[in-house]
């Protein structure tokens, strides 16, 4: 089993900054690719950004320039840094890792997530 836990959502003004953790854990061999996704009332869920483990990135064209994912391998851990933040970033923002357990068998997790509201 493997878990993923989102936490840094909150409140923040239009214009500010807010950054995301995500840790996966528990029988974890490696992790592929971790990203964050983000579902605003009434729409789909989107990906936001994805990083894999050799660090290769791809961001929604909506974001690039203000978010910044990075991970520490080490920890299982992926950020997301939200900078310029408007009222269409407000969401619910989910990560999701994908790899192999202790059993290599694969695995494709996701948190329950996290919410961001941004206030104009």
């Known amino acids: 089993q493997v878990q993923v836990v989102e936490s840094g959502g909150g409140l923040v003004q239009a214009g500010g900054s807010v950054r995301l953790s995500c840790a996966a854990s528990?029988?974890?061999?490696?992790?592929?690719?971790m990203g964050w996704y983000r579902q605003a009332p009434g729409n789909q869920r989107e990906l936001v950004a994805r990083i894999t483990s050799s660090g290769s990135t791809i961001y929604a064209d909506s974001v690039k320039g203000r978010f910044t994912i990075y991970r520490d391998n080490a920890k299982n851990t992926v950020y997301l840094q939200m900078n310029s933040l408007n009222s269409e970033d407000t969401a619910v923002y989910y990560c999701n890792a994908i790899g192999l357990t202790t059993t290599r068998r694969s695995f494709d997790s996701w948190g329950q997530g996290t919410q961001v509201t941004v206030s104009s």
């Open positions: 528990g029988s974890i061999f490696g992790i592929n690719a």
